[in-house]
């Protein structure tokens, strides 16, 4: 096939590549969007349930994890959520707000994935899809590039990475973008699995074997990181959105005497439990059954068994009571890894910000080469925040490709 020129090419059709192909092609940029997958946007398509949750009411530095944490703050202020909730508005899709200001399709996440090919469209977009890139190399005077693909070579002013993080790597997620940061020595934060299920060693999970299945309401924190959200006790360790969001901040720290640090788990978040298990210390009911008026029955019994506390409040001493009310307020509990990739929702780290302009995500050492979306080490809390920073940064360099 002849060589092409395009003025930008965008390797990843995902959130960012597509919000960003969409803007350079709008601005009147001949622009190539290459992706290796065979469907469109898979991510989109499993997000939030099949609901994609796109956003979120409330966007700030704050619900981001990067070793630059101010980074985010240019390209957030100059495309907010604000946008794309018009952008959505614009294209009739119909949306609701869950807790924490979480905005959902009614109807499936495909709509996005529409919306976002048809904004392609409309910048005149060429794809070319499914399609492998096989190396890239600097154009003549270092300027430039030049792709060697399935397609054949194919030339552009313009680069742009948006292939994502390393989760669930069965539908397409690669660490190419990292290769190509590393090719042009740009620095990296190591990668690892976020938003993740925990996994606990076999002695706790045997321990726990009675409480698998529950699902509690709770307060989790790690390394000075709270939340307050669902928790479920699986026969693999825990999980749920609260497990998820503590998960960013858990192995922040050195593994130190052979354990991670534990994450705390406050059970009963809107009582003062010792002053509630105080005003009850004369009763002759079974501390679980008093337990049980907050937390589920067959929960209560379970966790109570798990500490040998199985007698009438009236068999505990005050001393004792309060030592149940500060593991009530804080159980604390030890990981021994996450489930890895496969069940994570996003990568921590990545290609390092501090290499890259916050205004427009071109490599400061690298004319010409962008990096948008979660290839990069920007990772945000569950609640919209990782499709936020999509939009934005995709949106930001969009305007300067
Ligand atoms: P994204 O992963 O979307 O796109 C990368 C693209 O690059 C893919 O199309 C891939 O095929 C392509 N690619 C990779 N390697 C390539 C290569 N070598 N050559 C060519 N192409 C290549 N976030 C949120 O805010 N709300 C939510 O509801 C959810 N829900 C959710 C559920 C699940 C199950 C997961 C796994 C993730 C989420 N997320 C989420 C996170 C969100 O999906 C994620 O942060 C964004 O999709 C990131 O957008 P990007 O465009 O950066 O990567």
């Given at each position: ?59 700030g530095?704050e619900?981001?994890l990067s070793?630059?944490p ?6 957030l202020?100059?495309?907010g ?13 119909r ?8 905005l ?17 469209d409309?910048?005149g ?7 492998t ?19 054949g ?34 620095p ?30 709770v307060a ?48 009963l978040?809107d009582?003062?439990a ?6 009850h210390?004369?009763?002759k009911?079974?501390?679980a059954?008093?337990l049980?008026e ?14 040998g ?40 780290g ?7 302009s ?17 290839v ?5 809390h ?20």
């Amino acid at each position: 096939m002849a060589e092409q020129h395009f003025e930008v090419i965008v390797i990843g059709a995902g959130a960012a590549g597509m919000m960003c192909a969409a803007e350079a092609g709008q601005r009147g940029r001949r622009v190539l969007l290459i992706d290796h997958a065979e469907h469109l946007a898979e991510k989109i398509r499993i997000s939030g349930g099949g609901r994609c949750n796109f956003t979120n009411r409330r966007v700030g530095p704050e619900h981001y994890l990067s070793q630059n944490p101010h980074f985010v703050r240019s390209a957030l202020s100059r495309y907010g959520s604000t946008d794309f909730i018009a952008l959505v508005e614009r294209y009739g899709i119909r949306y609701h707000e869950r807790d924490h200001g979480q905005l959902f399709c009614d109807d499936s996440a495909q709509q996005i994935i529409d919306m976002l090919r048809a904004e392609c469209d409309a910048g005149g977009v060429a794809w070319a899809m499914p399609t492998t890139v096989q190396s890239i190399a600097r154009g003549e005077g270092d300027t430039g590039f030049v792709l060697d693909t399935a397609r054949g070579r194919l030339r552009c002013d313009s680069l742009v990475v948006a292939t994502g993080g390393l989760s669930i790597p069965k539908i397409g997620a690669t660490p190419f973008g990292y290769r190509i940061a590393e090719q042009f020595g740009l620095p990296m934060v190591a990668p690892r699995p976020a938003l993740v299920p925990l996994t606990l060693p076999p002695e706790t999970l045997a321990r726990f074997a009675d409480l698998s299945g529950a699902s509690l309401d709770v307060a989790a924190q790690c390394n000075g990181a709270r939340f307050r959200e669902a928790l479920l006790v699986t026969h693999r360790g825990l999980s749920g959105p609260v497990v998820l969001q503590v998960s960013n901040y858990w192995q922040a720290q050195a593994y130190h005497d052979g354990e991670w640090e534990p994450v705390g788990i406050d059970l009963l978040p809107d009582l003062d439990a010792e002053n509630w298990l105080l005003s009850h210390a004369d009763g002759k009911a079974l501390l679980a059954n008093l337990l049980a008026e907050h937390l589920p029955r067959r929960f209560a019994h379970a966790w109570c068994a798990l500490h040998g506390w199985e007698r009438p409040l009236n068999r505990f001493s005050h001393t004792e009571l309060r030592t149940v009310a500060t593991t009530l307020a804080n159980w604390q509990i030890v990981p021994s890894g996450t489930q890895g990739y496969a069940k994570a929702e996003v990568t921590l780290g990545g290609v390092d910000t501090r290499a890259l302009s916050s205004k427009t995500m071109e490599a400061t050492r690298c004319k010409g080469l962008f990096f948008v979306g979660e290839v990069m080490d920007v990772t945000g809390h569950l609640g919209g925040y990782n499709f936020q920073w999509a939009w934005s940064s995709g949106h930001a360099a969009g305007q300067f490709v």
